[in-house]
């Protein structure tokens, strides 16, 4: 199963469809313009449930590497786009 699924289906299961869908979008293309498209309530969410995940030992070293460089995406654009 595919690391993306499980995390999605975790922020729908915590935050609901409308933020999973907002995953779903920056998960697929993680570019600055899309995470700055996105609502900025719902990204903290994604980023706490991501967070959590990484943090709870059940991931292998490869999910939680994908994990980790989603955030680190996510950290960048944001940091962009509050200059």
């Known amino acids: 199963?595919?690391?993306?699924?499980?995390?999605?289906?975790?922020?729908?299961?915590?935050?609901g469809w409308a933020v999973a869908e907002q995953f779903t979008t920056t998960w697929d293309d993680r570019d600055v313009v899309t995470f700055g498209e996105q609502n900025e309530t719902a990204l903290g969410y994604i980023y706490g449930t991501i967070s959590e995940l990484i943090e709870s030992n059940s991931l292998n070293e490869d999910a939680i590497d994908e994990l980790e460089e989603y955030l680190d995406k996510m950290d960048d654009a944001l940091e962009y786009l509050t200059k």
């Open 1 to 15: 199963m595919d690391i993306q699924v499980i995390a999605e289906a975790l922020i729908y299961r915590e935050h």
